[in-house]
Nanobody
Framework: VQLVESGGGLVQPGGSLTLSCAAS????SNWNMKWYRQAPGKERE????????????NYADSVKGRFTISRDNANNTMWLQMNSLKPEDTAVYYC????????WGQGTQVTVSS
């Protein structure tokens, strides 16, 4: 299995970023997928989840209305569109599959700061 997150960076408050997750080594289309984040000194937090077909999504209250999760099963890719970013969104973001519950990729750093 391999999950490779990308797209992070430094952005000003109110800005936008789109994170990508490239998956390989398992049947991507069979599994729901999740985005997590971990801020310095804090517990890892579930941010968003998308069903295997992409038809059902759910978000943490802290990002609802600002973040959008989506996926492309033909290309084994998932995204997290993040709008109206706040300093408290600063964290390392990870994509995750329940197919391999102990596997974590390297993550991608998102820093929201002026």
């Amino acid at each position: 299995v391999q999950l490779v997150e990308s797209g992070g960076g430094l952005v000003q408050p109110g800005g936008s970023l789109t994170l990508s997750c490239a998956a390989s080594g398992f049947t991507f289309s069979n599994w729901n997928m999740k985005w997590y984040r971990q801020a310095p000194g804090k517990e890892r937090e579930l941010v968003a989840i998308i069903s295997s077909s992409g038809g059902h999504v759910n978000y943490a209250d802290s990002v609802k209305g600002r973040f959008t999760i989506s996926r492309d099963n033909a290309n084994n890719t998932m995204w997290l569109q993040m709008n109206s970013l706040k300093p408290e969104d600063t964290a390392v973001y990870y994509c995750k599959t329940p197919r391999y519950p102990n596997y974590w990729g390297q993550g991608t750093q998102v820093t929201v700061s002026s």
